[in-house]
């Protein structure tokens, strides 16, 4: 269990019907990307307080008037929240503050997949079986990415064995078996001829 130094936080879950309400407002500023938290053995215990930093993705919701753009930002908070894999990031909390939505993720600062091009064939190999993995955890799921590109692509860190994590879940939808999934969907350069017809 963890407790942040400096105050208490409310927590609410946010869904399409409290869009607009606090849902995590914390008591530091929300415009930092890094918090203080201490678990309650490790004081006990003498260790000292650690820092963790996290991804910060703000969205202004007074510039959103298009419902289906909304309806999408819920969409990846709620596609997120339920996987659990090494190889995608990982949402760590959704609020709002002000007119700003914010989610909090683990961050991935080693760059993209192409930043470290290019790879000798056994990396390849170990970085196609990482996203392959990914992708068939979310399958199971019936969840489906539907923009997977380099730039989606991110090292957890920037050491050279670091974690492959997929980002940006933005495209991504449920499914179900029987759905037609012939719409074109993704980043036009990256796309699999098959969808461009």
């Known amino acids: 269990k963890s407790s942040k130094i400096g105050g208490s936080a409310r927590k609410k879950e946010l869904s399409m019907s409290n869009i607009g309400t606090p849902a995590f407002v914390p008591s530091i500023d929300a415009t930092q990307s890094s918090e203080f938290l201490t678990s309650e053995s490790s004081i006990s215990s003498g260790m000292k307080p650690y820092e963790i930093i996290y991804a910060l993705k703000s969205i202004r919701l007074n510039r959103i008037t298009d419902k289906t753009f909304r309806a999408e930002m819920l969409n990846e908070i709620d596609i997120l929240r339920g996987l659990d894999h090494p190889n995608i990031v990982r949402p760590i909390e959704a609020f709002e503050h002000g007119k700003n939505l914010f989610i909090t993720m683990e961050l991935c600062s080693g ?54 994590k997929i980002i940006d879940f933005g495209l991504s939808k449920k499914y179900l078996p029987e759905e037609d999934l012939s719409e074109g969907v993704g980043t036009i350069y990256t796309m699999a001829p098959q969808v461009l017809e």
């Open 111 to 164: 760059g993209d997949l192409y930043t470290r091009a290019p790879y000798t064939e056994e990396d390849a190999a170990m970085i196609t079986t990482k996203i392959l993995s990914a992708v068939a955890y979310m399958h199971r799921f019936g969840i489906i990415h539907r923009d997977l590109k380099y730039e989606n692509i991110m090292f957890a860190n920037t050491n050279e064995k670091a974690e492959l």
